[in-house]
């Protein structure tokens, strides 16, 4: 079968162009491999694929995952916004098998590809296999056709179109339509926290339609019903990640993280701010703070310090993410 057949993927009608090159550009370096019967390179682009596709599901999704996360970490998190990990499955223990076998053979995939594939020096020429190459570029495309597959009904629906939205260029009247459409209320806890992840992240680069229309308003309203648990930790998590997994928080985002998350109760925001802290272990600031190491302290102190101050319920858990992002700021002079 010809190279190009073998790797053949279908484009997410939902998903963006710019998202879609990526994933292409990744598949034709696997196609090259191929036909260049490079098979240590073969093993190593059907790595590279996988974690491509499983990047570009957390960010059209509205998920995030620390730059330096590993792979085996980056699939799950993938299959969790797609809703293919075991847990999410019910009782079909068929379904449930099945999804697990598609996380184990492309974390396999990892483990070939540490072993035999590109991305290492090597003194000597490992040997590969046809039959480890097979299964190696078969695992790949059989885990990517699925989660590109499962992931167009996930944009398609109301919360996917309000990231997409959110996601553009689009005016403040248009993303007041979108947020009335989406009906935040209604959407599953996932979906509100996804939804939010996107704005903060939006909100933390600039767009002021994001800060008028789906921030301040949260920042102003307390009330749940309006503005759930789920969404206001979302933009908490948006504020501190970005769609890159860096660390990229302002004095504007520091202040507003310490706000949106005060009417939470601690019981649902214990979990999401010790898990957001585990995440922080794994994410590097951007370069731009890097560079700017007392501006980027001054930051994390308003998080510290201000959850202090007013009072807060999650002043413990909030001075903990601090101290989190003070060490990765530092890790880098280590």
Aim: aromatic share 4%.
């Amino acid at each position: 079968m010809p190279p190009r057949d073998i790797a053949e993927l279908w484009k997410p009608e939902n998903l963006d162009q710019e998202s879609w090159d990526v994933v292409i550009a990744h598949r034709d370096r696997l196609v090259r491999a191929l036909e260049a019967t490079d098979r240590p390179a073969a093993v190593g682009a059907s790595k590279e694929l996988v974690e491509c596709i499983a990047r570009v599901v957390l960010e059209a999704t509205g998920a995030t995952l620390g730059d330096e996360a590993k792979f085996p970490a980056v699939v799950d998190a993938a299959q969790k916004q797609l809703g293919m990990r075991p847990v999410d499955l019910g009782n079909d223990q068929a379904v449930r098998a099945i999804a697990q076998s598609a996380a184990t053979m492309v974390k396999r995939v990892n483990e070939l590809r540490n072993d035999v594939g590109t991305g290492h020096g090597r003194a000597r020429m490992p040997e590969v296999t046809d039959a480890a190459e097979r299964a190696a570029v078969d695992a790949a495309m059989l885990w990517s056709a699925w989660a590109l597959r499962l992931l167009d009904p996930v944009l398609a629906g109301s919360a996917g179109v309000f990231i997409e939205a959110v996601s553009s260029a689009i005016s403040r009247s248009g993303l007041v339509k979108a947020l009335r459409s989406v009906d935040l209320p209604t959407q599953l806890p996932l979906a509100q926290r996804s939804m939010g992840v996107v704005v903060g992240q939006r909100a933390g680069g600039g767009f002021g339609n994001a800060w008028a229309v789906t921030v301040n308003p949260a920042l102003d309203d307390p009330r749940l019903d309006d503005w759930p648990s789920a969404y206001r930790l979302g933009l908490a998590e948006g504020f501190l990640l970005n769609w890159a997994g860096q660390i990229d928080l302002n004095l504007s985002t520091a202040k507003a993280l310490v706000e949106v998350v005060e009417p939470v109760p601690v019981e649902d925001a214990a979990s999401v701010l010790e898990e957001l802290t585990a995440k922080l272990s794994l994410a590097t600031w951007t370069p731009h703070w890097r560079s700017r190491r007392r501006e980027a302290e001054a930051v994390v102190e308003v998080i510290g310090s201000a959850s202090s101050r007013v009072g807060s319920k999650h002043a413990t858990a909030l001075s903990t993410l601090a101290e989190r992002l003070t060490q990765r700021l530092r890790a880098r002079e280590d």
